[in-house]
């Protein structure tokens, strides 16, 4: 079985998670094959400048497409909520943390900053729509940098002094065990600040006539993720949007109630929330979409 993978620190440490979930199953003689994508290659532009979807992970359903590789593991909010009708998303594992984080530099923090504890004007380093819309919807007065890089890369940056603070998901940090000694790191919770749609969640995927495959990734998956990312991608196919959409949402699981948490930029530069629970994850973000765009 060959597992095709991004090459970037966590795209590996996540391939090898799955690897090793495989081998502890009874899976035997699985490999890891790396991939490069578009938006692996195209660091010097930022995400909203490149040309249609799927930047980082177009190239590795193509590898399952043509069989150089057998599974594919994506981190879910990569993955286009359209995908090729020759694959499937076979498991979606437990999920881990769901929240982004501020880390600041020691130096900038300011504890009477409004919100969050950063001087004003600070320089806060960000490629994401969502992010920026979030943090200058509270934080007007701070100036937004683009920011490229795998994790490693971005918080070097940040020690670098490129950056006076960065955002980045928990996810990640968690997972690499991220050295941020000397930074202020600021937990940004959904009640104020919305991670994007299927944050720290894994898709792992295979080609829908591929029984075996599919039935032994099926040991891996979590229901009550899938359920909740289900709701987050529908709020999202909903707005016909990807990576480059101002969405915020994440979704939990109560006695089988979904709740949706939701937050959008409108057009006009209005900034909506809500928070709807129904009974399936269709139904949360159909009512979800309902409260941001009427």
Known sequence: MRIATRGSDLALWQARWVQQALEAGGATEIELHVVKTQGDVAQDRALTQLEGKGFFTREIEAALLSGAADVAVHSYKDLPTQQPQELVVAAVPSRAATNDVLIVCEDIVDSRGATWPLAPAARVGTGSTRRIAQLLHTRPDLTVVDLRGNVPTRVRKLRDGEY??????????????????????????????????????????????????????????????????????????????????????????????????????????????CCVRENDPAAAAEAAHRALTT
């Open 164 to 273: 006076d603070a960065i955002v980045l998901a928990k996810a990640g940090l968690d997972r690499l065990e991220i050295d941020l000694a000397g930074m202020v790191v600021v937990d940004l919770r959904p009640s104020g600040f919305l991670p994007a749609p299927a944050q720290g969640a894994l898709a792992i995927q295979c080609r829908r006539d591929d029984a075996r495959t599919a039935s032994l990734l099926r040991g891996l998956h979590d229901d009550a993720t899938a359920a909740c990312v289900a709701a987050e991608r529908h709020l999202l196919t909903l707005f016909e949007g990807g990576c480059s959409l101002p969405l915020g949402c994440v979704a939990s699981l109560d006695n089988a109630v979904v709740e949706l948490r939701a937050k959008w930029l409108a057009d006009d530069g209005d900034m909506r929330t």
